[in-house]
Nanobody, 115 residues
């Protein structure tokens, strides 16, 4: 099970840090990704981090503003979001994937960027 938290309402230019807590899986063996879905849009991949945390990838929309990280000892993943824009408004989800194992999704946390 994955549980996201940390969403909320923030003004343009502000920051938020999303958290993803993992339960019942060998967290350190999973690639963790963040996705988002705005109303009326398709789900969009945002960022990815490898099991050991050494490699990260970002969508162009997130590069330079968002940072994905993880703490395997705490079974936690994070998405630090800076310089937020209204177009970042979406429901944000974390996903855990490991080859040959079930894929896990969280229930999402809402991020709203508005003045």
């Amino acid at each position: 099970q994955l549980v996201e938290s940390g969403g909320g309402l923030v003004q343009p230019g502000g920051s938020l840090k999303l958290s993803c807590a993992a339960y019942g899986l060998n967290f350190r063996d999973y690639v963790i990704s963040w996705y988002r879905r705005a109303p009326g849009d398709e789900r969009e991949w945002v960022a990815r981090i490898t099991p050991g945390g050494r490699t990260t990838d970002y969508a162009d929309s997130a590069k330079g503003r968002f940072t994905i990280s993880r703490d395997n000892d705490k079974n936690m993943a994070y998405l630090q979001m800076n310089s937020l824009k209204p177009e970042d408004t979406a429901m944000y989800y974390c996903k855990a994937i490991q080859q040959g194992r079930p894929i896990y999704w969280g229930q999402g946390t809402q991020v709203t960027v508005s003045s």
